[in-house]
């Protein structure tokens, strides 16, 4: 009688359960070439290669299925999109890129721009009302007129030569008027698309021909820089409208009207906004400004930035010689004319609070003591603002907005110090529609409004900042958004905190 085998030991039933999968099934073998093998000058032996080669490799496996053509496709691409027919391959980045829309007029804003000169210049089907109008008295139409402004009078008038018979000349004469200057502007500024060699004069009420049609450029203030012959020009009381950008430069109203025409009308009509930036050197301090400028639905929108290096541990005396030009004192940074009002210069006296002592190495502060202070070794270059000086301050009697910051910078002229700590001071600001200097946006931020503008009102919770930045793709870090001037109090000059 046979035996029973002898159970396997537990070693032997592990070594079973954990030994390693066979891998022969899965195992990838090199597929036999398909091309012929080299030639021999003997028949013999390639007779008896080509029979054994032939006899090892397998058949041929029937040719896969074509994919159907793409839609709209006259050629079958293969694998690599290299076209079968002319050898070419297909570029699908290059295709994307070709879809991708370059111009500006893709915008929204110029789709908008567009559509609203279109229905501009559509014309009217209607039946001419000469007739009707003619069937009203003269006198009616005078009476009528007389309870109109003498822009709209004039409009009135303009309107066909029937009306013109009707309400004579005295509309005319009434806008001619040196206390209806305004209105003059305004009658005058309808006729703007139609003289692209002219540029309304604010100060005689005149469309004067440009003297330098497409080569009209900024430059500074000293610089006589006429666009074009006015007789007003140097006489007193004439002052052309221009707001204040830094020290020694200024921005004419006439350059708004340029740049604003051309992207309204055609390029004839005016500038490039582009060909407004500027990149320059304060040739009294150390102070450097960059200035750019953005169009938004009809509005001109203006970013300066301007830097300076700056030493820690100022005292009030320094952080003056500093901040304000000793010509006019007024800050060395671009301002809205109500910079005296508020907390803005307060708030730059803080920001150079934070500045940090320079790095020093035990060497250097032995030369001066046997104490050591082991913070300078390696003092932090990254400087956080407190809250007080790091929101963004917005004027709340014109569009503007201010950003004070503290950055890391460059100082090749220094050979010791390489790396310092810089006040960065960034303005944004809306300078309107380029109509008229007695523009809300414009008459504002000059300090020249008649009547009161709330910034927060009008603005609402949308930031100048963040429409600017946006359209660059940069973002700025969130901030909040307080008022520059949170008590209100207008002291002006009589102030003393601005100093």
Not at 244 to 267: D, I, N, S
Not at 418 to 431: G, P
Request: charged share 25%; glycine share 8%; with cysteine.
């Amino acid at each position: 009688m046979d035996s029973p085998p002898p159970k396997p030991s537990l070693r032997t039933r592990l070594g079973l359960a954990l030994r390693p999968k066979s891998r022969s099934a899965t195992k990838l073998t090199k597929a036999p070439s398909s091309e012929p093998f080299d030639k021999v000058t003997s028949s013999t032996t390639t007779k008896s290669t080509s029979t054994s080669t032939s006899s090892t490799l397998s058949p041929a496996s029937p040719n896969p299925k074509p994919r159907p053509l793409a839609h709209g496709a006259i050629y079958r691409p293969t694998e690599d999109n290299t076209n079968t027919q002319t050898g070419e391959r297909r570029d699908d980045t290059d295709l994307l890129h070709g879809l991708m829309h370059r111009d500006s007029d893709s915008s929204l804003d110029s789709a908008y721009e567009r559509l609203k000169r279109k229905r501009e210049e559509e014309v009217d089907d209607r039946p001419p009302g000469e007739a009707d109008v003619e069937k009203l008295p003269g006198d009616l139409w005078i009476a009528i007129a007389d309870f109109l402004s003498p822009c709209d009078a004039a409009n009135l008038a303009y309107a066909s030569k029937t009306l013109a018979s009707r309400l004579g000349t005295g509309a005319w004469r009434e806008l001619n008027r040196p206390e209806n200057l305004k209105e003059k502007i305004k009658f005058l500024g309808g006729m703007d698309g139609k003289m692209p060699s002219h540029l309304l004069c604010f100060l005689c009420g005149i469309y004067h021909v440009r003297t330098q049609i497409g080569k009209e450029r900024l430059k500074a203030t000293s610089v006589i820089n006429p666009l074009y012959v006015c007789g007003s020009v140097g006489k007193p009381g004439y002052k052309p409208p221009r707001t204040r950008l830094t020290p020694g430069h200024t921005l004419p109203f006439t350059f708004v009207q340029l740049v604003l025409r051309a992207r309204k009308y055609e390029a004839s009509y005016g500038i490039e906004v582009n060909e407004l930036g500027r990149r320059y050197k304060d040739p009294y301090s150390e102070w450097a400004h960059q200035t750019r400028y953005y169009i938004r639905k009809g509005h001109l929108l203006l970013r300066v930035t301007s830097r300076s290096f700056a030493s820690p541990g100022l005292p009030p005396s320094g952080q003056r010689h500093l901040l304000y030009s000793r010509e006019d004192y007024t800050p060395y940074f671009s301002v809205c004319a109500h910079w005296r009002d508020g907390e803005l210069m307060d708030v730059c006296k803080c920001a150079l609070g934070h500045i940090p002592k320079h790095r020093e190495t035990i060497a250097q502060q032995m030369k001066r003591g046997p104490q050591i202070q082991g913070a300078l070794r390696n003092p932090n270059p990254i400087v956080s603002l407190c809250g007080f000086c790091r929101p963004i301050r917005r004027c709340p009697e014109c569009p503007s907005e201010y950003l004070v910051e503290l950055k890391l910078a460059e100082d090749k002229n220094d050979p010791l110090v390489k790396f310092k700590q810089a006040i960065t001071v960034t303005r944004w600001c809306d300078l309107g529609d380029g109509s008229s200097p007695i523009d809300p946006e414009w008459a504002a931020i000059n300090g020249e409004g008649e009547t009161a503008y709330d910034s927060f009102a009008n603005m609402g919770r949308r930031a100048i900042s963040g429409i600017f930045e946006s359209q660059s793709g940069v973002t700025i870090p969130g901030q909040r958004m307080l008022s520059l001037n949170p008590k209100n109090e207008k002291l002006g000059e009589e102030g003393h905190g601005w100093y």
